[in-house]
């Protein structure tokens, strides 16, 4: 799991700064400029993007406490988008790939721990094989 330092220094203050400023006017460009289908309908989208980015930079760029509520704002969006998404991708994963093998080795009577009551016996002979002393187990 991933930690937030929600009480940065100046350096890592600076350090986020400068590398969410570019990222979000690249991004802000991208919603701008391209067509996303329906969010070409909301061009005000780059501007809040543009708009974040400039006030991240000019407060927590100088690494001064003044940054600290645009980096708390932001690392909390994205502590929730990524927790979300991870439990998304998780469910899916599941329910869209384990489940369906589950179901179909079910169907197909695979029984790989023996849940099933035994017919006469749970003894299982092992295979013998030629004994070998540098092979102990």
Known sequence: MITID???DSAHLRRWAFLTAPALGLVGCL????DWGPFAQAPGF???LWGFGAFALLTAGTGTRAGLPAYWAWM???WI???VIGVVALAVVFFGVITP???AARLCGRDRLRLRPPTSSMWVALPTTPHDPERQF
Do not use: D, Q
């Open 6 to 8: 929600w009480h940065p």
């Open 31 to 34: 919603f701008r400029f391209v």
């Open 46 to 48: 780059a501007l809040v």
């Open 76 to 78: 909390s969006f994205v």
């Open 81 to 83: 988008v990524g927790t």
């Open 101 to 103: 093998l589950g179901l």
